[in-house]
């Protein structure tokens, strides 16, 4: 199952349905509409949705129609958000929006690592990569800057921004299921 990760403070706005897209800059996301994904809000799991559309754009062309779905009042306010999340945003810079259906809401969060590399921590999971495995060069760098920073936010803003967490995940992702297949980590959940 795929996942969406929000701020903390957009939990309630996703729950009680004034938030129902998110628009995120960068790559463009793996998912389709009729996907389903867990929502993660603040490091919890709040709930499911199934994705009705995404939609690129370069954010010179978002609409208020975009904030408002995006549970915010207009496109400039839509602007000043993703310039908070993000170190680089201009005109030019190609955003993804992403409209969402919430289907399931937890009544109570789960800790957002429960679903996360099948119940494993993800610094544990770097540490044993780095001291068991035979990574890459591109992947020993990213899961120690990951350690030395302490979180995944922290080193996507070293890395030049949240856009950048990514790299971090498919690193993470890829010593995981090769961690798995020596039996040196398996699920916890």
């Not at 030019?92 to 969060?109: G, N, Q």
């Not at 035979?134 to 030049?160: M, W």
């Amino acid at each position: 199952m795929r996942h969406l990760e929000f701020d903390g403070r957009y939990a309630e706005a996703i729950l009680s349905g004034k938030k129902r897209a998110t628009v995120r800059l960068g790559r463009k996301p793996n998912l389709e509409p009729g996907d389903e994904v867990l929502l993660h809000s603040g490091g919890y799991a709040i709930g499911k949705a199934v994705i009705e559309r995404v939609e690129s754009k370069t954010v010179g062309e978002l609409t208020d129609e975009d904030a408002f779905l995006d549970g915010f009042s207009s496109r400039e306010e839509l602007i000043r958000a993703l310039k908070s999340h993000y170190k680089y945003v201009n005109d030019d810079s190609i955003a993804h929006v992403i409209v969402f259906r919430l289907v399931e809401r937890f009544e109570k969060p789960v800790m957002s690592s429960d679903y996360a590399y099948e119940g494993n921590l993800p610094l544990e999971i770097a540490e044993k990569a780095l001291e068991h495995l035979d990574l890459s060069d591109e992947d020993r760098k990213l899961l120690e800057l990951f350690l030395q920073a302490g979180s995944l936010r922290k080193a996507a803003h070293r890395l030049g921004g949240m856009n950048k967490r990514y790299l971090i995940r498919d690193a993470l992702r890829r010593a995981y299921r090769e961690l798995k297949m020596k039996g040196i980590m398996g699920p916890k959940v």
